[in-house]
């Protein structure tokens, strides 16, 4: 029988017991000797947000309390830099931010661009050819800026949204009446595309025929409408391992919190992937440890209990 290695010895030896909290939570095994974590990864809807996309009080403490120990904070999202939310943007401990699934990586004391990856224009003319016979629209992303589809804006429950969706897809995203000609014109500049199908079938379907397509495609998804598309360079674990090099921080010193599937390369990638309560099963099965549910301060109970970073004193 194969014996396992050190590291895989260790991480069954951490891996998450089940506690009677009522929330589907985890507590780890011997806390007190783990490696000191020096990185917290975030991503935002679904996770560190509530449903109503503010910042619940217990999880800015936290992470106020987690940054003072000289935890780095990072923000991880599909959103583009321009549509982080404000009060996350005001909170000085979050020093960096992941944005677009991995494409484009910032400073955000100064908006300082370092890293970004964009999609090969034959890629975006694949996209567009496949996508040609009606029924899907888009979204872009160019230089940190969404931009959406006029109609789609106007009214986003038509096409799939969530109804707690819709203020934050109104506020973000730029109008653009012909999106695909837009897409076509900026098809060197572009972060990512998003296509939003509310069909789950000829959602599946596309998706199957984009893996198939031969493009060099980094293909995911955050919530159930839509079709994320962006550089094979691109992904949130690629735009975080980056940044961790960058400031001479280990995965196995990081830690990183998500709630969907564009979340579960980068929550595989480092030692702490937490997925909160309310996460997709794809999501669930990547996680190595579970929190409660965005609702419910998840971050905020995986920073205590899962992490062991105490309140300041």
């Not at 935002?44 to 947000?49: K, Y």
């Not at 000289?70 to 982080?84: H, L, Y």
């Not at 401990?93 to 034959?122: F, K």
Request: proline share 3%; with cysteine; aromatic share 6%.
């Amino acid at each position: 029988m194969r014996q396992p290695g050190k590291r895989e010895t260790e991480r069954n030896r951490l891996q998450p017991v089940r506690k009677g909290c009522g929330h589907g939570c985890f507590r780890m095994q011997e806390r007190k000797k783990r490696m000191k974590v020096r990185c917290i990864a975030l991503d935002l809807d679904g996770t560190t947000l509530t449903d109503a996309k503010t910042v619940s009080e217990a999880n800015r403490e936290a992470l106020e309390d987690a940054a003072a120990g000289g935890v780095c904070i990072v923000v991880a999202s599909g959103r583009t830099v321009d549509s982080i939310p404000d009060a996350v943007k005001a909170m000085d401990c979050i020093e960096y931010a992941v944005t677009s699934n991995g494409a484009a990586v910032y400073r955000l004391q100064d908006r300082a661009c370092l890293r970004r990856v964009t999609l090969e224009r034959r890629a975006v003319e694949a996209v567009l050819a496949l996508t040609g016979g009606g029924g899907v629209t888009c979204e872009a992303f160019v230089d940190g800026i969404p931009y959406g589809q006029a109609d789609y804006v106007e009214d986003p429950v038509r096409f799939g949204a969530a109804p707690y969706a819709v203020e934050y897809i109104q506020t973000t995203r730029r109008k653009v009446g012909d999106i695909r000609q837009f897409i076509l014109e900026n098809s060197d500049r572009l972060d990512g595309v998003d296509l939003i199908i509310p069909e789950d079938e000829k959602r599946c379907g596309l998706r199957e025929a984009l893996a198939g397509c031969g493009e060099r495609l980094y293909i995911t998804s955050s919530v159930r409408n839509r079709i994320e598309l962006s550089s094979p360079e691109a992904g949130k674990a690629s735009g975080l391992l980056f940044l961790l090099k960058r400031l001479g921080i280990s995965p196995e010193e990081t830690a990183a919190f998500g709630d969907a599937d564009n979340d579960m390369d980068m929550l595989k990638a480092v030692r702490w992937g937490i997925a909160v309560a309310n996460a997709s099963e794809g999501c669930l099965r990547a996680a190595a440890f579970r929190t409660r549910s965005n609702q419910e301060d998840g971050v905020a109970w995986g920073i205590r209990e899962i992490l062991g970073i105490p309140e300041r004193q």
